[in-house]
C-alpha cells in the first residue's frame, strides 16, 4: 500500500513536470531529501525516483521559455567556481576511477541547484521550495521527536537509510536547519491552528536532535538559540524562557546521553574525538602538499601515515567536519572557495532583512533573510564536526536567498502579488481576503406603534 502511495503521488507530478520544470525542482528537492521511497517495503523502494523527477526536470527544462541565466546573486558565482574547481581536484585527485561515483553523486546535486536557479523567480515559487524544502526534513524529524520522548531519549534517532543524512550525527543537523525555516514560515500565516502546528514541529525537531545523542547538534543548538535570542526583542524574558525550557529538555534525557556530551570538555580522552583530530591534521598537511586535494577520499592508510602525529592508531576516519572536508578533499583553493559560497550567502541575506527595513510590505522578505542566517549558523556549528560539505539542504537555502534578492533588485513587488485567497493565503503567500460585507437589516416599515397592552395580549 505505501509503494502504491509514494507513486501515485511521484508519477502525477512527473507528468506535470513536464510542462512546467519548476515543479520538477520541488519533486526532486522532496525525493532527495526526503527519501520518501525508503519507507516502503516493495517495488518503489528500489525504484529510481530521484533519476525520473531529475529526467522530467531536465526535459522540461531543455522546452521551456520560462529559465534565466543562474547568476542571481554573489553566492551563485562563488558556487559554480566550487562546481568546477571540484571537478579539477577529483581529476588530479588520487583514484579518479574509485571516486568517480561520488562527484557523479555531488554532480547532480549540483546540477538541481542550478536548475532550481534558472527556474525560479516569482515570489510562489520562493515560498513553494522553502515550504517542501523545510518539511521534506522537518516531518523526519518531528517523527524522530516523537520517538525519542516515547522511549525517553535511550535510543539514537537516525536519517532515511542511503540518504546523505542516513548517520544520526548529520540526521541531527539536518534537523537544526530545518528549526529556523519553519519559524519563517510560521511568521507568514495567519491561522491559529496551523501557526501552534509550527510551534510543536519545532519543539519536536529540538528533541531529535538532542534524542540523536550527536554532540555537534549540541553545539549548533546553542549557536542558533543564541543568534536567534540576541536579535530577538524581550531578551530577558526569553533569555529565562530558553533557559527552561533547555534544562527542562536537557533533564529528560538519560544517563548515556549527559556522558556522551561531558566528552565535549574531556575530548582527549575520547578515541573518537581523537580520530577526528587526526583526520583534520591529515586534511591539513594534504593542503599543504597537495595544491589541487586529493578528491573525494582522505582515509587512505597511506595518507594517515604520512601526515598524520598518531599514525593509523585511531584508524583512518573521515574528516567529520565540513571545513576540513574540503580543505583535505580539495585545497586550500577548495576550502576558500566553499567558505566564500557561505559568506556571501550570510551578506546575501543580511541585504535582504535590509531590504525590508527600507520598504513596507515585502516583510517576508527580511523574516526569510534572518531565518536562513540562523539555518546558516546552525550548518555552520553543527557541520564543523560532521561531514556534510556536498549535502544539498543548505545549498538550496543559498538558492532561494539568491533568487529573492534578484526579486528585490527587479522590485518584483509591484507586479508579483498573488492572488489572495484559498491556499495562497492559508500559507502566507497572498493576504487574507477580507470577508464578505454583512448587508444591513432591514427597515422596519412604518406604521402604527402598538400599545403596550396589545403586546401583553
Known amino acids: 500500500m505505501r509503494d502504491v502511495a509514494v507513486m501515485a503521488i511521484i508519477l502525477p507530478w512527473a507528468m506535470v513536470a513536464l510542462r512546467h520544470p519548476w515543479i520538477g525542482v520541488l519533486l526532486w528537492v522532496w525525493v532527495s531529501l526526503m527519501n520518501p521511497h525508503r519507507f516502503t517495503y516493495g517495488f518503489a523502494y528500489t525504484a529510481p525516483v530521484a533519476m525520473i523527477a531529475a529526467l522530467v526536470t531536465l526535459i522540461g527544462f531543455l522546452f521551456t521559455r520560462e529559465k534565466n541565466h543562474p547568476f542571481k546573486a554573489p553566492p551563485v558565482t562563488w558556487f559554480v567556481l566550487l562546481t568546477a574547481w571540484i571537478t579539477l581536484s577529483w581529476l588530479m585527485g588520487l583514484d579518479r576511477e574509485g571516486q568517480f561515483a561520488q562527484w557523479d553523486k555531488v554532480m547532480k546535486v549540483n546540477i538541481m541547484v542550478l536548475v532550481a536557479l534558472m527556474l525560479f523567480r516569482s515570489k510562489l515559487q520562493i515560498f513553494l521550495l522553502v515550504w517542501v524544502l523545510t518539511l521534506s526534513v522537518a516531518l523526519l524529524s518531528a517523527k524522530g ?39 519563517f514560515m510560521q511568521m ?12 510543536v514541529m519545532m ?19 546553542v549557536a542558533m538559540t543564541t543568534v536567534l535570542w540576541w536579535r530577538g526583542q524581550k531578551r530577558v524574558r526569553n533569555g529565562i524562557l530558553l533557559v527552561l525550557l533547555g534544562a527542562v529538555m536537557v533533564a529528560a534525557m538519560p544517563s548515556n546521553w549527559s556522558e556522551r556530551m561531558d566528552t565535549i570538555q574531556t575530548y582527549e580522552e575520547d578515541e573518537s574525538a581523537l580520530g577526528r583530530l587526526s583526520a583534520w591534521w591529515v586534511s591539513w598537511r594534504i593542503a599543504l602538499n597537495y595544491p589541487f586535494g586529493v578528491g573525494f577520499s582522505i582515509t ?30 580539495h585545497g586550500f583553493i577548495g576550502f ?32 526569510l533573510g534572518a531565518m536562513s542566517q540562523v539555518c546558516l549558523v546552525g550548518y555552520g556549528v553543527g557541520g564543523a564536526f560532521l561531514q556534510l560539505g556536498y549535502y544539498d ?45 454583512v448587508a444591513p437589516p432591514a427597515a422596519r416599515p412604518a406604521g402604527r406603534i402598538p400599545a403596550p397592552g396589545a403586546l401583553r395580549r
Open 145 to 183: 521527536g516523537i520517538f525519542t520522548i516515547a522511549h525517553g531519549g535511550s535510543y539514537r534517532v537516525w536519517g532515511p537509510p542511503g540518504s546523505w543524512i542516513e548517520g544520526n550525527n548529520d540526521f541531527a543537523v539536518a534537523t537544526i536547519m530545518t528549526i529556523p525555516l519553519l519559524r
Open 188 to 199: 507568514q500565516v495567519t491561522n491559529k491552528w496551523l501557526s501552534h502546528t509550527f510551534t
Open 203 to 221: 519543539l519536536l525537531s529540538a528533541a531529535a536532535a538532542l534524542g540523536s545523542h550527536s554532540r555537534g547538534a549540541l553545539l549548533s543548538i
Open 300 to 329: 587512505s592508510s597511506e595518507l594517515f601515515h604520512a601526515f598524520s602525529p598518531y599514525g593509523t592508531q585511531f584508524g583512518q576516519p573521515v574528516a567529520h567536519s565540513i571545513w576540513f572536508q574540503m580543505m583535505g578533499h
Open 336 to 367: 576558500f572557495l566553499f567558505l566564500a559560497v557561505w559568506v556571501s550567502s550570510w551578506r546575501i541575506a543580511g541585504r535582504l532583512r535590509q531590504a525590508a527595513r527600507e520598504r513596507e510590505g515585502i516583510q517576508w522578505v527580511g523574516d
Open 393 to 437: 539542504f543548505p545549498y538550496y537555502v543559498m538558492a532561494i536567498v539568491s533568487v529573492t534578492y534578484a526579486w528585490v533588485r527587479r522590485q518584483a513587488w509591484e507586479t508579483d502579488q498573488p492572488e489572495p485567497g484559498g491556499w495562497r493565503s492559508l500559507i502566507g503567500l497572498a493576504p487574507v481576503p477580507p470577508p464578505d460585507p
